[in-house]
């Protein structure tokens, strides 16, 4: 009974915004240790972990030696514990004892991993402190690798970096050139590291046998992020993993290739609507119904600058679907993106300034605001320019 109220209470405490000490009561009252999950409305693995935390049968059962505190960190107290604790990704997980000391903390879900995390907290539920002394005295790889994670999470991009620096000069050490390169990608946005410094850390990991098709995916994805005129490398490691999914047997493969075949198409075929077809038949059945999935094509039109028409329509759909303003305004968020890149800026401005209205509490949104005022109020002092 004490399991079931304390895990309900922390629960409840997502949208009532329960305060930490008293969260870390209930769970010394239940003697467990506490789990706190940092997420964001629009994040998409927050939104899995949330299904799952309720709806998977593993996933229940490994929670129930916990007590888990759901905080929306760009809000209220959830945006202050994430400021205390440094949170710089969605979703960010910490787990911490009775005294307040943190166990474990990594960002990133999905079931296998968070399984095995939380077995091995319960393992090894030394605090952190102690875990980076052991490791300072005995280097070690997967401890090393754990340290390195909660580095990471903690924004604390340095720190991991040397960690897996460390790892890969111990005999017999697991490849890691995967994890440096989501570093080094990460501190190029939030840092400004060289982009030069990504590709050749991306270049590292995808000269590596093909491990994880979907971890090639995400590297592969991120390399063409990082310009707008899509580079030379983005395509021809593009092509290539095209080319292995299709002719390989890998577990996977067929969501792989769904994911890939649209920037296939878009980038090396250079056929947009090809393209865009790929894209929506890589969507559920009910798309068309869903706001978040509208939402999710309107986004992908805008992030490729293609077929912006259509793009428009299916965020104006999602809009009039969403079930509450915190749906409503990530998608009129979409909406002012794709207005300003059709060079719509007043409506792009007026979209966002109603997303701010529907999600007051919102810093992001504040941001966009003061983003797209700046926009126009830059570009009608270089009309004035060009008029005197």
């Known amino acids: ?59 229940k059962q490994a929670l129930s030696s916990f007590v888990v505190a759901k905080y929306d960190a760009e809000k209220g107290i959830g945006k202050e514990l994430a400021d205390r604790y440094k949170v710089s990704k969605y979703p960010t997980y910490l787990i911490m004892n009775h005294k307040k000391q943190t166990i474990d903390s990594w960002a990133g879900y999905s079931k296998e991993d968070m399984l095995k ?22 280097p070690e790889a997967e401890l090393g690798i754990k340290l390195a994670e909660y580095y990471s999470a903690q924004g604390d991009a340095e720190e991991a970096l040397s960690v897996y620096q460390k790892i890969q000069s111990l005999a017999n ?25 990504v590709e050749r850390a991306a270049q590292a ?31 021809a490691e593009l092509a290539k993993l095209f080319r292995q999914i299709e002719d390989g047997n890998m577990t996977g493969a067929g969501q792989a290739m ?50 912006l028409a259509e793009g428009k329509a299916h965020a104006e759909k999602g809009i ?20 300003y890149a059709q060079g719509n800026t007043q409506l792009a401005l007026a979209r966002i300034q109603e997303a701010v209205a529907a999600e007051p509490e919102s810093e992001f949104y504040k941001k966009q605001l003061l983003r797209f005022q700046k926009a126009i109020e830059d570009q009608e002092g270089n009309l004035d320019h060009t008029n005197n």
């Open 205 to 235: 990991y995808l000269a590596q046998p093909m491990d994880d098709v979907f971890k090639r995916v995400y590297v592969v994805q991120i390399l063409g992020d990082m310009h707008e005129q899509k580079s030379d490398l983005y395509k």
């Open 1 to 59: 009974m004490i399991m079931q109220f304390s895990l309900l209470l922390a629960m409840l405490g997502s949208d009532a915004m329960v305060p930490l000490d008293e969260l870390v009561k209930q769970a010394e009252k239940a003697n467990r240790p506490l789990l706190i999950d940092f997420y964001a409305v629009w994040c998409g693995p927050c939104k899995r972990f949330d299904h799952d935390s309720t709806t998977d049968e593993e996933i």
């Open 320 to 339: 009039s679907l969403a079930e509450d303003d915190t749906q409503k305004a990530m998608i009129l968020d979409t909406l002012a993106e794709i207005e």
């Open 173 to 197: 050490a697991p490849d890691v050139t995967f994890q440096i390169f989501d570093l080094k990608s990460r501190q190029m946005h939030r840092d400004g590291l060289k982009e030069p410094e």
């Open 258 to 307: 769904a994911e890939i075949k649209p920037e296939y198409l878009l980038h090396v075929k250079q056929d947009q609507q090809a393209a865009y077809e790929a894209r929506l038949a890589a969507m559920a059945p009910d798309w068309h119904e869903n706001a978040d999935l509208l939402n999710s094509i309107a986004w992908w039109c805008f992030v490729n600058k293609t077929m």
């Open 117 to 138: 995390r939380l077995q091995a907290s319960l393992a090894d539920s030394r605090p952190i402190e102690t875990k980076i002394a052991t490791f300072e005295r005995e």
